[in-house]
């Protein structure tokens, strides 16, 4: 790999930024003081250096987004994307999102440039639960919920039994926390519809292992080495 596009990708700047960087003699690599921007470089072993500070350099980017409504979640929309939030991102073009959140909903999205485990992640067999917080129209009563508990046929699928906790409620509305498995398209929104509690409000809380936790709205955090260790591990990516 070139060593301008290696600094560029690591965070150091633009690659014209990077290019003049290199020929002021700021970078090394294995000690020595490299001039040439096209000092083809080997990532995983070569220690380099800018100003004196080691470049780390992570072949892939993991992260959660704290999504918040009116961002759609794609790479390339018309309309305003989760993109948008995650620009300032030196590889930013190569991230895209873990499956999918509506255009009004909440909370944590994953965001990674690691396809395999984005595959694996969003596939059925793999069973990943994902939990989502949810205000519901009216005074849900726990016998309601049996249906979602043992699984509830909806028009084009039977949506497998889901772990649902009531949290408040109220005339008005209810507050809830539900745990699927699957992921399908408004697979929550149309499983509170079909007990007759349309969901007004509805942000994802957990994804695996991972928690959305006190990360503000519209801001993303990159996971340690030990989170994306233990995603890895739900799927069968690492032992
Ligand atoms: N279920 C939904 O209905 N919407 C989402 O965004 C996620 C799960």
């Known amino acids: 790999?070139?060593?301008?596009?290696?600094?560029?990708?690591?965070?150091?700047g633009s690659r014209s930024?990077?290019?003049?960087?290199?020929?002021?003699g700021a970078v090394k690599v294995k000690g020595e003081v490299v001039k040439d921007p096209s000092f083809?470089?080997?990532?995983?072993?070569?220690?380099i250096t800018v100003n004196g500070e080691l470049?780390?350099?992570?072949?892939?980017?993991?992260?959660?987004?704290?999504?918040?409504?009116?961002?759609i979640t794609s790479t390339k929309d018309r309309e305003l994307t989760v993109m948008e939030l995650v620009s300032d991102l030196p590889r930013f073009q190569r991230l895209f999102p873990v499956g999918r959140l509506d255009k009004d909903a909440e909370g944590l999205l994953l965001m990674t440039t690691d396809g395999e485990?984005?595959?694996?992640?969003?596939?059925p067999k793999w069973k990943v639960p994902k939990?989502?917080?949810?205000?519901?129209?009216?005074?849900?009563?726990?016998?309601?919920?049996?249906?979602?508990?043992?699984?509830?046929?909806?028009k084009d699928f039977t949506a497998k039994p889901a772990e649902v906790e009531l949290l408040e409620k109220g005339k008005?509305?209810?507050?809830?926390?539900?745990?699927?498995?699957?992921?399908?398209?408004h697979q929550v929104k149309r499983m509170f519809a079909a007990i007759g509690h349309p969901v007004k409000y509805l942000k994802r809380v957990k994804f695996g292992s991972i928690e959305l936790g006190e990360l503000p709205r519209?801001?993303?955090?990159?996971?340690?080495?030990?989170?994306?260790?233990?995603?890895?591990r739900e799927v069968k990516l690492e032992p």
């Open 17 to 24: 930024e990077v290019k003049k960087l290199i020929r002021k």
């Open 55 to 71: 470049v780390s350099y992570e072949k892939d980017y993991y992260l959660i987004l704290n999504k918040p409504s009116g961002y």
């Open 117 to 123: 485990l984005a595959h694996r992640l969003t596939h």
């Open 131 to 154: 939990t989502y917080l949810v205000e519901v129209e009216g005074e849900v009563k726990e016998e309601e919920l049996e249906p979602l508990r043992k699984g509830i046929k909806l």
């Open 218 to 232: 519209g801001e993303y955090r990159h996971l340690t080495k030990e989170e994306v260790k233990r995603l890895k």
């Open 172 to 185: 008005e509305s209810s507050k809830l926390l539900i745990t699927i498995k699957e992921g399908k398209y």
């Open 40 to 47: 083809k470089v080997d990532p995983e072993r070569d220690e």
């Open 1 to 12: 790999m070139r060593l301008d596009r290696l600094l560029a990708e690591a965070g150091f």
